[in-house]
């Protein structure tokens, strides 16, 4: 099954195309230009690096969050408008999921934690039962690291940006019980995305194209804003 992905949640933006286990193609860009004007010519590119047109491509794979708002908001607009094009089936991927699971031979805890801003982390915890058996120990929540920490009582690989935000804390917290991803796989691939997707689709795990959104866990602070004055 050839499967496209995508991934806008951050700054640095993929797009990739899988066929099977095989990448045919992958384009990674970190960029203060936005995802609005550089993601279609990335996904131009990454087809005609891998022999494809947009018809060629069986299914699409999104990160839905968490991540930026704007990021995600670009990323599932662009996949849900190609989905409505081609009427190819469309499923929407966890961002920490696309993080945790580029480990599948770690034999212990992965927890993927990005840096939520404002002395939170947006993370989950996930372990492998044989390869490529994930199990999600815990869902994606948006929390405050000190406490998270506390529950963590075994072997750890931790990946991600807040990995590096609060390395430290990490440390001191879990000593030798904390491992840590290399920086180069601190973002999402959309490789890994496409891969995830193209599970989901197999199992039938189809998102309704029209019901797809971000999965944002905590409010945008502008809605928290006009919340308050609201009540003010």
Not at 72 to 83: A, E, P
Request: glycine share 10%; aromatic share 8%.
């Amino acid at each position: 099954m050839r499967v496209l992905g995508i991934d806008t949640s951050s700054q640095t933006g993929s797009v990739a195309v899988l066929e099977g286990d095989t990448v045919l193609a992958e384009v990674a860009v970190t960029s203060t230009q936005t995802h609005a004007r550089r993601l279609m010519s990335a996904v131009d590119a990454t087809l005609e690096m891998a022999g494809l047109t947009i018809a060629g491509c069986e299914g699409f794979a999104v990160t839905t969050g968490p991540g930026s708002f704007t990021g995600l908001r670009i990323g599932i607009s662009t996949i849900k408008g190609l989905g409505f094009a081609t009427k190819k089936p469309v499923t929407g991927v966890s961002t920490l999921d696309a993080l945790a699971y580029q480990f599948p031979s770690f034999p212990h805890l992965v927890c993927p934690v990005l840096d939520a801003r404002k002395g939170q982390i947006y993370t989950s915890l996930c372990e492998c039962d044989g390869y490529m058996k994930w199990k999600k120990l815990v869902d994606d929540c948006a929390t405050e690291p000190r406490q998270w920490l506390k529950q963590i009582q075994r072997l750890c690989l931790f990946v991600g940006d807040g990995a590096t935000v609060y390395g430290e804390l990490i440390r001191e917290t879990l000593g030798s019980f904390a491992y840590f991803a290399p920086p180069y796989l601190n973002k999402v691939r959309a490789s890994v995305v496409a891969y995830i997707g193209m599970r989901q689709i197999l199992n039938g795990q189809i998102a309704d194209v029209a019901r797809l959104v971000p999965h944002y866990i905590r409010k945008p602070d502008a809605k928290i804003k006009l919340q308050s004055l609201s009540t003010s």
